[in-house]
């Protein structure tokens, strides 16, 4: 009788010497539950990319155009927060005693589409792209694309969009005039900006997480 002879590192039933059958290698025993994550993960892109197809498809878009109506931004999405500013810069473009501004995600609008638009900074960066109408010259929307923001005058929707309510005035050291309401007011550089971020991070967040 001839006899077989197998190799040192393995027994003779093929498994490594010292190794159960029913146990896997370490770096496998790594491996499967890695690979278990990365379908998770695919699985909830995948159902969040739905989703958000979904949510697209249910907003309809609207038009918001300036007085003239030759400068015109489609929109695909809703503002969620709504303030009014007081700063000097929004006293001259908007040729007003204020400004009153919406603010939505600088994703909702289709500028490549955008009608009679011409943008300008009027301060030093950080500072909003300005958009005004080429014919009038009334501001239609702005932009602040390192927070991936848009603001959008309120004037400038259809009358029959239901918008937030003003939440704050804004730079109120810089008015023109006081204004007799009972909303927040907040003077000075540094606190009017702190007082939109935390309004945008208060509003825009908590839609996110209701949605």
């Not at 109408?133 to 991936?148: D, F, K, Q, R, T």
Request: proline fraction near 10%; aromatic fraction near 10%; include cysteine.
């Amino acid at each position: 009788m001839s006899t077989l002879i197998y190799p040192r590192s393995q027994n003779v039933e093929g498994f490594p010497t010292g190794k159960s059958p029913g146990k896997l290698p370490r770096a496998q025993q790594r491996a499967e539950p890695d690979a278990q994550t990365a379908a998770l993960r695919l699985l909830f892109a995948r159902r969040l990319a739905r989703a958000l197809c979904i949510w697209k498809k249910s907003v309809a878009e609207l038009i918001c155009s300036c007085p003239c109506g030759k400068a015109r931004v489609p929109v695909s999405g809703r503002p969620f927060a709504r303030f009014i500013c007081h700063c000097t810069i929004c006293q001259s473009v908007y040729r007003a005693p204020f400004a009153d501004a919406t603010i939505l995600w600088r994703n909702a609008l289709h500028l490549k589409r955008a009608e009679n638009i011409q943008f300008k900074k009027y301060r030093n960066p950080p500072a909003l792209s300005r958009g005004t109408c080429v014919s009038c010259g009334s501001p239609v929307v702005a932009l602040l694309p390192a927070l991936g923001l848009a603001f959008i005058p309120a004037p400038r929707y259809p009358q029959s969009l239901e918008l937030p309510a003003p939440a704050m005035h804004i730079f109120y050291h810089s008015r023109a005039a006081d204004v007799p309401d009972n909303l927040p007011k907040y003077s000075g550089y540094w606190p009017s900006e702190l007082a939109v971020t935390r309004l945008v991070m208060r509003t825009a967040f908590r839609r996110q997480a209701d949605a």
